[in-house]
C-alpha cells in the first residue's frame, strides 16, 4: 500500500533465520530470479558462515570486502535483505557501489524498498560511510526511481563487460 509508513527491522542473519531466509530465496528462484546474497543460500549454514565473515572482514573472497548484510523484516516478515560496504574496490566502485537491496517479488510495489534505502542510508550515516554510492541496472526503472526519491544524484553510465550490462551511478548524501 502506497504512503503507508514502514517499520522496517533491519536484523544480521542468524541460525534462527534459517526457514525466513530459505522462503525468501526460494520466492526468487522461484520467479526465476536471484539478488544479493542468492549464491549458495540452500546450503544454509555454509551461507550463514559466508555472511558473518563478511560482517568481520575475515576469510573473505578474492574481490570481497567488509559489509554488513541485513535480513529486512516488517511485522515479523522478511520482505527483503540489505547490503552495506565499508570500503569500494575499482570493481565496486564502477559498477557495485556500497548499497544492494532486494524486496520479495510478493512484498514489491509497497514502498518498501524505498522505506528500506532510506533507513540504510541512516545506518551508513552512522558508520560513517557518506556519500553513498548506489548503482542499478540502466534498464531497472524501479531501482532507479527507489534511488532518486532518496537523494541519488546521477553521474554516469558504464558497461560491465563482466556482467554484460550497462550500469548507472548515483550518489546519495546520507542526511
Given at each position: 500500500m502506497k504512503g503507508k509508513i514502514h517499520m522496517i527491522d533491519f536484523i544480521f542473519p542468524t541460525e534462527q533465520s534459517r526457514?525466513?531466509?530459505l522462503s525468501f530465496y526460494g520466492e526468487f528462484e522461484k520467479n526465476g530470479e536471484t539478488c544479493i546474497g542468492f549464491c549458495g543460500y540452500k546450503d544454509f549454514d555454509k551461507w550463514l558462515i559466508g555472511m558473518n565473515n563478511r560482517r568481520t572482514g575475515k576469510n573473505l573472497p578474492d574481490g570481497y570486502v567488509k559489509e554488513n548484510f541485513y535480513l529486512c523484516y516488517e511485522n515479523g516478515e522478511m520482505i527483503g535483505v540489505f547490503s552495506l560496504k565499508f570500503e569500494l574496490t575499482d570493481y565496486l566502485f564502477n559498477y557495485g557501489g556500497h548499497i544492494g537491496y532486494a524486496v520479495r517479488r510478493s512484498r514489491r510495489?509497497?514502498?518498501?524498498?524505498?522505506?528500506?534505502?532510506?533507513?540504510?542510508?541512516?545506518?551508513?550515516?552512522q558508520l560513517k560511510i557518506n556519500p553513498v554510492l548506489c548503482v542499478c541496472d540502466n534498464d531497472n526503472y524501479p531501482s532507479e526511481k527507489v534511488i532518486i526519491k532518496n537523494g541519488g544524484v546521477f553521474e554516469n553510465e558504464i558497461f560491465d563487460s563482466k556482467e554484460n550490462v550497462t550500469v548507472k551511478r548515483f550518489w546519495i548524501k546520507a542526511e
Open positions: 526457514e525466513a531466509v510495489n509497497r514502498g518498501l524498498a524505498t522505506e528500506m534505502l532510506k533507513q540504510g542510508l541512516k545506518i551508513a550515516k
